[in-house]
């Protein structure tokens, strides 16, 4: 069963169509890289697929089944523009909390255990108002996993992340691909991107102008695809 | 089509209104107690009953945007309101002239008038709050809900402030008087002329609000090229 | 019961962060106090005359105090992109919302409850004769004022302005509870038993906080996602 599917998605600002009959899929296991110019309609496609926001035609389906569905939410992890925690509270009351919006077993276990997995268990404490802009980082990237998630959807992870927050996502999102679970996501940074996707999409004003595989090809040269399919 | 429908409305419209006015003035009698001036509830009374349509109206059209996404129900939705916000002023202001003839004050809070002027407060919120909205799809979203909100406590305020205070007169067309035939004929037709004034506006309004649209979507176009 | 217990996990949360900062609690508290304050300067009441005034103080300071609270209640999920999280959460609209009211209650109440024997000791007036009916009176209505501030809070989450617009959206949505409170209160501070002609502003009260509750619970998901 395909992991994350849109078909034929329209998306409409008033008249104007942001993304036009967008056709893409990613399998269990794949990594998708999202790419495309500012306004290319990134944001918008994986808002719809993360259930922000309903397509105006056509439909997105993850595992088959409609993305605001309780059941699907479940299994899905986000990672946007902000850290989407709160910073009056701690980092482990932060995870704590998610753990049990998501009704995890443990909330408090599975809160320390990526606590220590992002290297934030010795500020588990503090308070997120206090953090550094890497540590809050870090602290987004545990609590889009915490739930382990079967498809994880970012949103340009990488701007604004510091060395060790880079290293830390990419062993992350490693693991997951590893594990079987699907990647989505939307990038500038073509190259960090291009070294774990498996798959990628270009986006071109709302409609899709590429979508296959990832060659070596263009993990050597990223901006290969861009010179290739993207109109000016 | 449309635009034969907004003159063919807007001339049936005019004659009865002339009809009306000439009818008012020229061949009905003084009332008993008020004189002169008791010929402004030909337009005080239907212009109510005819915002009150609206606010119906625009409580179907709202929730129908909410199932169908259609913009084409925002846009009647916000061209009705606007309408019917005029109807209710323009009865707020006969009301108002009205009471400086007849007591001598230009307001009072007796329960009519005040709940008249609650549902404009309302409705009014609906507008400006369109207005702080630039995204249509959202915009649209918003504003139907509010609606919703709002008409919802249309009844509840009209009922609340009917226990609170009462200082109106009593209903001159359902309080059980008797009324002049010819006066209740007047005031009928002027309640029809009054609908379909408030259509043939509603229909110019929402012309107005499709091209905006247009606009809006052009202009999006030219920016992301 | 997952709805239970995630309005819960929410209203905990809601509670936990304004405690932890209280700046809108106190805010509120403050805004009261000065009310209270400047009414007196404002009017020279006899005894009678702050009876039958009553009421109507007591629920334009809850109103206005009140709002201050109700409008952070989703504009605190602004920074960082929370409202993000919560939306991706398998989360029910109608739990969000709950969770949130609840917290929002509780936080409004005290507020009131701080307020209510302050203004007994400015304005020499004796409340606490029939005090439960007053609390009954207290709850309902501040339930109505809560249920409408917090929808509201969500409906102008995202747009320019909000500070100003959901203030002046929500007071005449109010004028119907704050009608029947206000009635209330001044007749069960007068002395006069809740029941025979007060009935009328009680049921109105209920109807009130039973219709908006469930346009709410409804109406959530519509207005954070579509």
């Known amino acids: 069963m395909t992991a994350v599917a849109a078909e034929g998605v329209w998306k409409f600002y008033g008249d104007y169509p942001a993304l036009r009959d967008v056709e893409l899929h990613a399998e269990p296991g794949a990594c998708l890289a999202l790419i495309g110019r500012n306004g290319a309609g990134k944001t918008t496609l994986l808002r719809i697929i993360g259930g922000f926001s309903k397509a105006g035609r056509g439909q997105v389906r993850i595992f088959g089944n409609d993305p605001r569905e309780t059941e699907t939410r479940r299994r899905v992890g986000w990672i946007g523009h902000g850290i989407s925690v709160y910073d009056e509270l701690s980092a482990l009351e932060n995870l704590s909390l998610f753990g049990r919006l998501y009704n995890l077993p443990d909330p408090h276990k599975s809160a320390m255990e990526w606590l220590e997995r992002t290297g934030l268990e010795r500020v588990k404490d503090g308070l997120v108002r206090e953090f550094s802009r890497g540590m809050r980082q870090r602290l987004a990237v545990a609590r889009a996993f915490l739930h382990q998630p079967s498809v994880l959807l970012l949103d340009e992870p990488f701007t604004a992340l510091d060395d060790r927050a880079i290293a830390v996502l990419q062993r992350l999102l490693r693991e997951a691909l590893a594990e079987g679970r699907t990647v989505v996501m939307s990038t500038h940074q073509l190259r960090e991107a291009l070294e774990l996707a498996t798959h990628v999409a270009l986006l071109n004003r709302g409609k899709v102008a590429f979508h296959g595989e990832r060659t070596p090809q263009m993990a050597a040269d990223p901006g290969w695809v861009y010179a290739h399919y993207d109109e000016a | 089509m449309r635009e034969k429908l907004i003159y063919g409305l807007g001339i049936i419209a005019a004659i009865l209104l002339a009809r009306d006015l000439y009818s008012i003035f020229m061949v009905l009698p003084d009332e008993a107690s ?7 509830i030909f337009f005080h009374v239907p212009a109510a009953i005819t915002a009150m349509l609206c606010a119906s109206f625009t409580f179907v059209t709202s929730a129908l945007y909410l199932v169908t996404k259609n913009l084409k129900f925002d846009g009647i939705s916000v061209a009705v309101t606007e309408v019917g916000l005029a109807f209710l002023a323009a009865n707020l202001v006969t009301g108002s002239i009205w009471g400086r003839i007849i007591w001598g004050i230009w307001w009072t809070w007796d329960a009519r008038l005040t709940s008249a002027l609650v549902c404009w407060l309302l409705y009014a919120g609906y507008l400006m709050l369109r207005r702080a909205i630039e995204e249509p799809t959202a915009r649209a979203r918003i504003s139907a809900v509010f609606n919703i909100f709002a008409f919802a ?73 | 019961m997952d709805f239970i217990r995630q309005t819960l996990v929410i209203a905990r949360k809601d509670l936990r962060a304004e405690l932890r900062t209280k700046e809108a609690l106190n805010a509120s508290l403050a805004f009261a106090l000065v009310i209270l304050v400047l009414f007196s300067f404002a009017f020279d009441p006899s005894e009678k005359e702050t009876v039958d005034m009553s009421g109507g103080l007591l629920w334009i300071v809850f109103a206005f105090a009140g709002t201050l609270v109700l ?14 999280a919560l939306i991706a959460a398998p989360i029910s609209g109608s739990a969000l919302f709950l969770g949130k009211a609840l917290a929002n209650f509780a936080l409004v109440i005290s507020v009131e409850l701080v307020s209510l024997p302050i203004f007994g000791i400015f304005y020499n007036v004796h409340w606490t004769g029939q005090l439960w009916s007053l609390l009954l009176v207290l709850a309902l209505g501040t339930w109505g004022l809560t249920v409408i501030g917090t929808i509201f809070s969500a409906l102008t989450v995202n747009i320019r302005l909000r500070e100003l617009m959901a203030p002046l959206l929500v007071y005449p949505m109010l004028i119907p509870v704050l009608m029947s409170a206000m009635q209330l ?23 009130f906080d039973v219709i908006f509750t469930a346009l709410s619970l409804v109406l959530l998901e519509t207005v954070l996602v579509g």
């Open chain 2, 34 to 40: 008020q004189g002169m001036i008791y010929r402004i």
């Open chain 2, 153 to 225: 406590d249309v009844p509840i305020v009209i009922f609340s402030i009917k226990w609170w205070r009462t200082q109106h007169p009593q209903p001159v067309f359902w309080g059980g008087g008797s009324i002049d035939p010819a006066m209740y004929l007047t005031a009928v037709l002027n309640l029809v002329a009054l609908i379909l004034l408030a259509v043939v506006l509603s229909l110019i309004r929402l012309r107005q609000e499709e091209m905006q649209r247009e606009i809006d979507s052009l202009r999006r176009y030219a920016h992301a090229v």
């Open chain 3, 71 to 84: 409008n952070r209640s989703f504009a605190r999920e602004v920074p960082n992109d929370c409202l993000d």
């Open chain 3, 185 to 207: 209160t001044m007749q069960l501070i007068a002395g006069k038993p809740l029941g025979g002609e007060n009935e009328v502003w009680l049921r109105l009260l209920v109807a």
